[in-house]
C-alpha cells in the first residue's frame, strides 16, 4: 500500500469519487444516481489551489483518497472514502496518518476534521484514531431539519 498526490482527474479516480458521491447520497437518503454535471462539479472543486488531493494505492490500484484543504493555516480533511470491500484493514487509517502527517509537515499545529453528527461510522474511526475532542458544534436557527432530533452533550437539538 502507497499513498500518492493526485494532481489530475484520471479515470480510476473519476470511479472512485462517483461511488462515494453515491455513498453521500444514500446517507443522505438523496437520489444515488449522481449527473456527469455534479461529478465534474465535485472533481473540479478537489482540485482547487487550496486544496491536496491524495490516493491511497495497493497493487497499483486506487482503492480510496482523501482531501486535504487548507485555510489560514489550518488544515483539514476535507473528505476521506476507502472503497467498501477495502474497508476495516487499515487502509483509511494509513491515508488519514498521510494526512495528518502532511499537515504538520506544511505549518499546520493539528488536523481538523469536519463531521455530521450522525456519521457514527466516521465518528467512531475518528475516535479509533485518537480524535476526541470536540472543537466546534454549529447550530442554525431555520434549517430543514431530517425530522430527528441528536444529543449534543446533553442538549438535544434537531436534525
Not at 479516480?13 to 461529478?39: G, P, Y
Not at 491536496?52 to 487548507?70: D, R, T
Not at 487499515?90 to 496518518?97: I, P, Q, S
Amino acid at each position: 500500500m502507497e499513498v500518492v498526490k493526485i494532481d489530475h482527474v484520471t479515470d480510476d479516480f473519476k470511479r472512485i469519487v462517483k461511488v462515494f458521491e453515491e455513498h453521500l447520497a444514500a446517507l443522505n437518503q438523496k437520489s444515488t444516481v449522481i449527473s456527469d454535471d455534479a461529478l465534474k462539479e465535485t472533481l473540479t472543486g478537489y482540485f482547487k489551489p487550496d486544496r491536496s488531493v491524495y490516493g491511497c494505492l495497493l497493487n497499483h490500484q486506487l482503492i480510496g483518497y482523501a482531501v486535504l484543504k487548507e485555510v489560514e493555516g489550518c488544515f483539514w480533511l476535507e473528505w476521506i472514502f476507502v472503497l467498501p470491500k477495502y474497508r476495516h484493514q487499515g487502509f483509511a487509517r494509513a491515508l488519514f496518518m498521510f494526512c495528518e502527517r502532511e499537515a504538520i509537515k506544511r505549518g499546520g499545529s493539528e488536523l481538523y476534521v469536519y463531521v455530521h453528527p450522525d456519521n457514527h461510522e466516521m465518528l467512531r474511526f475518528l475516535k479509533r484514531v485518537g480524535y476526541d475532542s470536540l472543537n466546534l458544534v454549529e447550530v442554525t436557527k431555520k434549517q430543514s431539519h431530517k425530522g430527528y432530533d441528536i444529543d449534543i452533550l446533553g442538549h438535544r437539538l434537531k436534525y
